[in-house]
């Protein structure tokens, strides 16, 4: 889903204005949350043919890649895109992948006996983007939505306590209104016209005595970007209530980014063992993925798909501060 453009009027340089601007905040959301969800992975020994940054892209725009190994470039990391045949829990057994100046159809190893039995070159591992195999893209651009509405209306709302007023004039007398709004707007400590050209008698205005709730719509969309941080399974509390957050309320919090974290990196991990376990790679070769910088402690110690995770970080020496 992409925000249509707007269709304005060219007659109309503050219309115009306003649209850009529309679009503008909307983009500039979904692009601060899209550089979020790209960073969340580091990908471990990947071969130096392989791509991390566009395999991260291509799960987060489709929800699916593909691992494989080729004749021409080596190991490679690929779009894909599924078949209708399936195996007995549901999921694809062969696949086309294909890049830019790729295009391969190959079978999905799955670690089955008969998947054994084929070459690796007439295999690829299958990697999806979450436990629900769908891409996060569409997830953020209804977020960004709702962020670009909230920051839009606040904006409104602030403008409408500087210009609380309608104005009516006639035509004749637009140009002539809207050069002395301009300068009310640019916060002119005089305005100056032409009193042959301003007839104050034919000036009328209406007020529209707009609430203020700028700040009540700032509080939504610190609701709505946390939110979204919570889906991605990056922690989040940001409290402004002067009384302390309970314990329950934090646990549970935890929880849930507990949760979702868990769907994006369970799909990855299972991805990397089934690569190294497809192509023999072991030790050092082997590949692997890991959450960037502290993302890890927020995760519970107890079994959970990423214990094996937080287990290797200390037998490397790594620095646990779970």
């Known amino acids: 889903m992409r925000k249509s453009k707007n269709k304005v009027s060219k007659g109309s340089k503050q219309f ?13 959301y979904l692009e601060r949350l899209r550089k979020i969800a790209l960073s969340m992975f580091e990908w471990v020994n990947l ?112 403008k409408a306590q500087k210009f609380p007023l309608i104005i009516l004039c006639d035509e004749k007398s637009r140009l002539t209104m809207e050069n002395v709004f301009n300068q009310y707007d640019g916060n002119q400590p005089a305005i100056y016209g032409d009193k042959q050209n301003l007839d104050i008698n034919d000036i009328k205005a209406i007020k ?45 919090n935890n929880e849930l980014i507990n949760l979702n974290l868990q769907s994006y990196f369970a799909p990855r991990q299972k991805a990397c063992e089934q690569f190294n376990e497809l192509f023999g790679l072991t030790g050092e070769k082997a590949i692997s993925v890991r959450l960037r910088s502290d993302l890890h402690n927020i995760i519970k110690n107890q079994s959970s798909v990423v214990n094996d995770y937080n287990t290797n970080i200390n037998n490397e020496g790594g620095e646990d501060n779970g």
């Open 47 to 158: 071969p130096s043919s392989m791509n991390a940054e566009y395999l991260e892209k291509t799960l987060f725009e489709s929800g699916v890649a593909c691992l494989l190994n080729t004749d021409k470039y080596g190991y490679i990391n690929t779009n894909a895109s599924t078949s209708g045949n399936i195996n007995i829990y549901g999921l694809p057994t062969d696949i086309r992948c294909f890049s830019h100046d790729f295009e391969e159809e190959r079978f999905v190893y799955h670690g089955f006996k008969n998947d054994k039995e084929l070459s690796p070159d007439k295999l690829a591992v299958l990697i999806y983007n979450n436990l629900n195999k769908q891409p996060t893209a569409t997830t953020l651009e209804l977020f960004a939505l709702r962020l670009y509405e909230a920051e839009r209306s606040c904006d409104t709302n602030i």
């Open 16 to 28: 115009i204005d306003s649209a850009i601007l529309n679009d503008a905040t909307y983009f500039d």
């Open 208 to 252: 529209t005595d707009a609430p203020f709730v700028a700040d009540k719509l700032i509080d939504y969309k610190k609701e709505i970007w946390n939110e979204a941080l919570t889906f991605l399974g990056i922690n989040n509390i940001m409290v402004d209530k002067k009384e302390r957050l309970v314990a329950d309320e934090a646990n549970s």
